[in-house]
């Protein structure tokens, strides 16, 4: 491989690991933001979902740009591929953290209606899986991607058992109900994080191996 596209793929390399680290911090912020009442947090979160959105598209003209005109080997198509799909998670992982901002705007307009210790576990699980399959990438570690990928049921796990503690509480108290809703939207946001960051640990495992095991999870449950 030339310099010239030798550098094209480093680029797309350091866009997504900028586009991570956004994303991550959209998701710190927006939890703070939550835990800590801070609405000035949650309207950062919003007003810096756009600069991801940009980035999920220069990334995908810099995908299209290369596969255009270096007719790439099978190794590099599979690494054009795990990136315009890494970034289409990150994005999604950014939306995410909006929805949860939103939600904690709502939230901190009234009492807090239990602690909140399940939902910062949540996400700092997320957070954690995040950071993981980014150096997973970088790093070329397809054994830690595994890894990433079987964290995903603790975090369904922590999801299903406080969906259930917020159905009770709306069961016994209907004046619950706004607030138990609210906190079950950021719960289920955090789910999707995990299930967003285990695609991008798919996707790794894939441009490493080879190998796609996207659907194993399923076929287990199934077995």
């Known amino acids: 491989m030339n310099h010239f596209w030798e550098k094209n793929l480093t680029e797309i390399r350091e866009q997504l690991l900028l586009m991570s680290g956004l994303s991550e911090r959209s998701l710190s912020m927006a939890m703070r933001g939550l835990v800590n009442r801070d609405e000035t947090l949650c309207d950062s979160v919003e007003a810096e979902d756009s600069q991801i959105d940009l980035l999920e ?10 596969m255009a005109t270096h007719g790439p080997v099978a190794k590099d198509c599979r690494f054009m591929l795990a990136a315009s799909k890494i970034s289409s998670n990150l994005e999604r ?33 997320g957070q954690e899986m995040l950071r993981d399959s980014m150096t997973a990438y970088v790093e070329a570690k397809p054994d830690l991607a595994t890894e990433i990928v079987a964290r995903d049921k603790s975090v369904n796990d922590i999801y299903k058992q406080l969906a259930r503690e917020l159905t009770s509480y709306m069961i016994e108290d209907p004046k619950t109900i706004t607030r138990a809703l609210n906190l079950l939207t950021v719960a289920k946001a955090l789910e999707r994080v995990a299930d967003h ?13 080879g190998e796609d ?3 194993e999870r399923g076929r287990k449950a199934i077995v």
């Open 57 to 66: 598209i220069q990334i995908d003209e810099m995908v299209i740009t290369y």
């Open 93 to 125: 992982i950014a939306d995410q953290a909006t929805k949860i901002a939103r939600n904690a705007k709502r939230l901190n307009q009234e009492p807090l209606l239990k602690p909140l210790i399940d939902i910062p576990l949540m996400a700092q699980i």
């Open 213 to 215: 095991i996207r659907h």
């Open 197 to 209: 960051v285990t695609n991008i640990a798919e996707e790794v495992f894939y441009l490493y191996k």
